[in-house]
């Protein structure tokens, strides 16, 4: 069974930084693009950012861009997205999914996480 | 490219047949998906490929449309499909979500 596991998120002061996690299992990690999806309280689902199976090609949403960084880690299983210079606006449960193959276009998102919550507040 | 749902909510009786629009700013040929978010859980991929039905999704929803104009519908809605529908592009990133559509029961 696929289970994506999120953690991490907290309370942070703006312009703090945190870091995600996300323990994948019941699938060969090493195989999947993967992606980080954000949803703001009562908003709409927002795309973030994705990364290959390889980790060689990474792309971010134009919000996020010079300030969040995808990586992963092949030999934990874990996915990573370190946020830095965070804003109020960046506020959201963050959700972790798979692609349903090794890049992250031409394929869809098929299995998610529970999510975490990140709050930007002072 | 920008998605577009509409309507961005809808009320409907139990068995009425609901359809739900989703339209992007420039061709995506059929690189489009429906996900379903019911209230207060995770989102669940319903259809791929703009008609492709994901394994175990009830067989009364359909997907259709390629190129700009796509449409998701639910053939007898039921209570269990109160939810939040969401339609997303994947022919090339940014990965954009439409805006949602909120589905209630009348």
């Known amino acids: 069974e696929v289970q994506l596991l999120e953690s991490g998120g907290d309370l942070v002061q703006p312009g703090g930084s945190l870091r995600l996690s996300c323990a994948a299992s019941g699938f060969t990690f090493s195989t999947y693009a993967m992606s980080w999806v954000r949803q703001a309280p009562g908003k709409g689902l927002e795309w973030v950012s994705a990364i290959s199976s390889s980790g060689g090609s990474t792309s971010y949403a134009d919000s996020v861009k010079g300030r969040f960084t995808i990586s992963r880690d092949k030999s934990k299983s874990t996915l990573y997205l370190q946020m830095n210079s965070l804003r109020a606006e960046d506020t959201a449960v963050y959700y972790c999914?798979?692609?349903?193959?090794?890049?992250?276009?031409?394929?869809?998102?098929?299995?998610w996480g529970q999510g975490t919550l990140v709050t930007v507040s002072s | 490219i920008q998605m577009t749902q509409s309507p961005s909510s809808l009320s409907a009786s139990v068995g009425d047949r609901v359809t739900i629009t989703c339209r992007a700013s420039?061709?995506?040929?059929?690189?489009l998906a429906w996900f379903q978010q019911k209230p207060g859980k995770v989102p669940k991929l319903l259809i791929y490929g703009a008609s492709t039905l994901q394994s175990g999704v009830p067989s009364r929803f359909t997907g259709s449309g390629s190129g700009t104009d796509f449409t998701l519908t639910i053939s007898s809605l039921q209570p269990e499909d109160v939810a939040t529908y969401y339609c997303q592009k994947y022919n090339s990133a940014p990965l954009t979500f439409g805006g949602g559509t909120k589905v209630e029961i009348k």
């Open positions: 420039q061709g995506i040929s059929d690189y």
């Open positions: 999914a798979r692609f349903s193959s090794n890049y992250y276009v031409y394929v869809p998102l098929d299995y």
